[in-house]
């Protein structure tokens, strides 16, 4: 009888002896990080909406013999044990028995399919005012030169030697877009989902640290003066409704695997538009945005699981999303200075740092940026236009790499 | 395929299909405004 009881009170210490052993440091670790994150999100308010989950779901996942993320059933032994009934095996018994995972099941349910991603998109685009992109189009551009880290960076992490679809899912960072990251990444990289998206959502939140640096120092005194006219164009409510269905169809024509992507926040920007669905509108940017967030931010802070995190992979994965960032301002600014000396200096190469998805930061940077050196310089409209272009251009750079790899795929 | 090969071309053409698609969205946004402009319809928005 007293043996029975120092037994159950073995296993109820399981948990807490294993944080002393080696493997357990590593819990600790990923203890202490999970608790950054939310510590970041809550008293720093840095991405909160997605820290506070992702650290919550790490905690999760650290905490030692918690089996949350147990995929705990084979849908196939399933199949043959029910066929077979009472003469099924033990092991297929066991094979077959449902016990996953509380988080695995939101993991199932919306990130191995790529569902949530999605849905957030949809938020996005019924959030999204195409206005300034329509009144000056030729600023779209700048939302493809803010794609270009994404290809330069796919090219160092294949010098680091990560395999070919680890490695663009690592590159998708520089979209500078948190669902795109994690839709790319779960269909060809879902071992690096957890860095990935970290990794994404933190460069995201540290754009008015990382760009200004940048700007500064790739363009001189007088580009940074530059002053730029007010939009004079008018747009008709039809264009603004036809616009995301042109979209759909263009980039669904061109590059038909990103098709979920695009149409996903096409579908919101039309909702928004057509203002019959106000109901489906207000849904789509406040309950099923939050739901949705609230579960992939869980999910994917359950994918940080110690012995998987702690690896160096994961440093690799942090400073190339780094870099990515980097080459997109580097880039983006770049660019601007090209049609800063094509325009004769009546486009001002900041904005050119706004061609990245992280919106409406990024279009915040360029006008604070663009005030500290002429107190009168209003940028904020142009760089709204650059920085929608940088949604746009993030997911057509996406799609076009989905695209891509699946042509190629055979040869690799 | 060896990963140079693999890299540069979706570089390349991944950087050119960018632009591309974004040049063509462009010609179709100017289209659009081309053919419903703003003052045929009364209650158009000023950017």
């Not at chain 1, 109820?12 to 052993?21: E, M, N, P, Y």
């Not at chain 1, 008709?236 to 590059?255: E, K, N, Y």
């Amino acid at each position: 009888m007293f043996e029975h009881m120092l037994d159950g009170l073995d296993g109820l210490t399981l948990g807490v002896k294993f944080l002393f052993t080696v493997g357990g440091l590593k819990n600790l670790v990923m203890l202490a990080l999970a608790g950054l994150l939310i510590y970041l999100g809550v008293f720093k308010e840095v991405e909160p909406l997605l820290l506070v989950p992702i650290g919550f779901g790490c905690l999760l996942a650290n905490i030692p013999y918690s089996e949350l993320m147990v995929q705990g059933i084979d849908p196939g032994a399933k199949q043959v044990m029910e066929a077979m009934g009472a003469a099924a095996p033990e092991a297929l018994k066991h094979l077959a028995k449902d016990d996953t995972g509380f988080i695995r099941t939101i993991y199932n349910m919306g990130i191995a399919n790529e569902l949530f991603p999605l849905l957030i998109f949809i938020g996005i685009g019924a959030m999204t005012d195409f206005t300034p992109l329509l009144a000056n189009p030729r600023i779209l551009l700048f939302g493809a030169a803010g794609q270009c880290g994404i290809f330069l960076t796919l090219l160092l992490a294949l010098a680091l030697g990560f395999p070919h679809l680890q490695a663009m899912a690592i590159a998708i960072i520089g979209a500078c877009d948190g669902p795109t990251a994690i839709y790319v990444s779960s269909q060809y990289a879902p071992e690096l989902l957890g860095p990935i998206s970290v990794a994404a959502y933190s460069y995201m939140a540290l754009v008015p640290i990382i760009q200004p640096p940048i700007m500064k120092f790739m363009t001189t005194d007088k580009e940074r003066r530059t002053r730029m006219p007010a939009f004079k164009n008018a747009i008709s409510p039809t264009t603004r409704l036809l616009f995301p269905i042109v979209v759909t169809i263009v980039t669904g024509l061109i590059a038909p695997k990103g098709l979920p992507l695009m149409a996903s926040i096409m579908l919101g920007n039309f909702m928004r538009e057509c203002g019959a669905v106000s109901r489906l509108v207000k849904a789509s940017e406040n309950e099923i945005a939050n739901v949705a967030t609230l579960f992939l931010g869980i999910a994917i802070g359950s994918t940080m699981a110690a012995d998987k995190f702690l690896q160096p992979t994961t440093l690799a994965i942090f400073a190339l999303g780094f870099v990515a960032i980097c080459l997109d301002t580097v880039v983006g600014v770049g660019f601007g200075k090209i049609m800063y000396l094509m325009t004769g200096g009546k486009v001002n190469p900041l904005i050119g740092s706004a061609g990245i998805s992280a919106y409406p930061m990024a279009a915040r940077v360029v006008q604070q940026e663009g005030q500290k050196y002429d107190k009168q310089n209003f940028l904020l409209m142009h760089a709204m236009g650059a920085n929608t272009g940088g949604q746009i251009g993030s997911v057509a750079a996406a799609a076009v790499m989905l695209a891509l790899v699946d042509a190629l795929r055979h040869l690799f | 395929m060896d990963k140079w090969s693999f890299g540069l071309t979706m570089m390349i053409v991944g950087i050119s299909g960018t632009f591309v698609t974004m040049a063509i969205l462009i010609g179709a946004i100017q289209l659009l405004k081309k053919i419903f402009p703003a003052e045929a319809n009364g209650d158009a928005k000023k950017s």
